[in-house]
């Protein structure tokens, strides 16, 4: 047990290594407690101005269960004040997810916002979802796992909710019993297909046991910190703190693809000017001066903040995130360089406890993602 952002969080359990748990998971299921995450419920007329300012995505145009990845972003400079997920639970409600190690900061700064927004936008509701529980059941296996305990509604069939949707179903619980409506999002952070299940927190630990119980241990186990933080590397994600922060924004970050298309044609939102103005071709006067980038290493694997060295041994950028990849066998790492070496195949070096290692460029994610996507099934993404 380790603390992390206030709790004691597991690494990994006696039955598997952090290792075997992470090869577990890309091969069968694993079951993440992520309850120390943070759940909000916006809520009223205002609920859309208040995510179109802070965030560059456009929520009123999420159909009813639908979500999406964004950033929420500093006024001015449109630096990452934390990542986020928001859903769509209806035309003025919102089921939105942030990082635990940001909770107080996030919470000052939706607080200042919702101040500043005023009531010229209508009535706004904003709940902490304190009594909820949120686990997250990834791998291959999971749809699987998961149907044999859903009572409904209907079918309640969980093949037919696709890749960034959601919805509220029952499960049958080991007692006998019938739970509570629980939130079902298909995603998660392993790269793998999966759900996020939030949960009233009375009956967290019955669900928990449920779906360990029903599936058995030959095909779900629990897993800790150690192996959620290897999966999410390999599949290229970030973590807030290392691989973003507050100064750095989403086109740095290589997360351009947060900025919907309306919002790059009307802005309105926090840091727009910076952002729009990085997203324009570099002869448009646009660009910036450094980018994420992932990094397949020799020899022993980098940590954060190692430095990264161009071809004069240059100090050309910084290390944020790294380690052996159990999948590939190989160290991998993401950082930021200056533009100009982020190129897909640039050699460079990385010093690596005084020792220089050869480092070369690659595409992200380092292991293709299988997301169940409408349409294709599971499929990269």
Known sequence: MVPFAGYEMPVSYDDLTVGESHKWTREKASLFDVGHMVQHKLSGPAAVALLELITPASPASLKPYHSTLSCILHPETGGIVDDTVIAALGPESFYVVTNAACRDKDIAYISDQISKLGSINGKLDWDVLNDQGLMALQGPLSAEILQKVVAGPGTGNVMDLYFGQCRELTLKLSSGSVSPPVLVSRGGYTGEDGFEISVPAEVTVEV???????????????????????????????????????????????????????????????????????LKRKEDGGGVSRRRIGLVIEGAPAREGAEILGPNDQVVGKITSGCPSPTLGKNVAMGYVASGFNKTGTSLGVRVRGKLRKAEVVKMPFVPTRYWKEGSGTAPM
């Open 208 to 278: 928990a046991e449920t779906l360990l119980q029903s599936a058995g241990s030959e095909k779900l186990r629990l897993a800790g910190l150690g192996a959620r933080d290897s999966l999410r590397l390999e599949a290229g994600m970030c973590l807030y703190g290392h691989d973003l922060d507050d100064k750095t924004t989403p086109v740095e970050a290589g997360l351009s693809w947060v900025v919907s298309k309306d919002r790059r044609e009307k802005g309105g939102f926090h840091g727009s000017q910076v952002i729009l103005k990085q």
